[in-house]
C-alpha cells in the first residue's frame, strides 16, 4: 500500500491550501484515515480524521479553519486548509488504516508528508 500527499506549499497568512491523499495498491478496504503534522524541534501531532462513514474529529487548533473529507470511491482522502496562521507550517503526514486485498489483513500506512509553509 502506498500514500501520496500532495498539495503543499508557501502560503500567506490568511490564505488557503488543498492538500491531497490517495491511497494506491493491493487494497480491498480502507477504513479510518487523519492527517498529522510536524512542525521544526516538535513531535508529530494529530490535525484531523475521518472513518469511512464520514465522521470527522479535528485538533483543537485547527477547528472551524481545516475541514477534512474524502472519496471512498477512489480512495483519497483531502485536507482543505483555510485562514492558515505561521503556527500551520509543518510537513502534513496522511495515514490510512487499510485492508489487503490478498491477506485480508489491516495494517497502518503513512504518505512521506507534504511541506505547508505560511509566511508573509
Known amino acids: 500500500v502506498q500514500l501520496q500527499a500532495s498539495g503543499g506549499g508557501l502560503v500567506q497568512p490568511g490564505g488557503s491550501l488543498r492538500l491531497s491523499c490517495a491511497a494506491s495498491?493491493?487494497?480491498?478496504?480502507?477504513?479510518?484515515m487523519g492527517w498529522y503534522r510536524q512542525a521544526p524541534g516538535k513531535q508529530r501531532e494529530l490535525v484531523a480524521t475521518?472513518?469511512?462513514?464520514?465522521?470527522?474529529n479535528y485538533a483543537d487548533s485547527v477547528k472551524g479553519r481545516f475541514t477534512i473529507s474524502r472519496d471512498n470511491a477512489i480512495d483519497t482522502m483531502y485536507l482543505q486548509m483555510n485562514s492558515l496562521k505561521p503556527e500551520d507550517t509543518a510537513v502534513y503526514y496522511c495515514?490510512?488504516?487499510?485492508?489487503?486485498?490478498?491477506?485480508?489483513?489491516?495494517?497502518?500506512?503513512w504518505g512521506r508528508g507534504t511541506l505547508v509553509t505560511v509566511s508573509s
Open positions: 495515514k490510512a488504516n487499510t485492508q489487503s486485498r490478498w491477506s485480508g489483513t489491516w495494517s497502518v500506512s
Open positions: 495498491g493491493s487494497i480491498l478496504s480502507v477504513n479510518d
Open positions: 475521518i472513518t469511512s462513514g464520514g465522521t470527522t
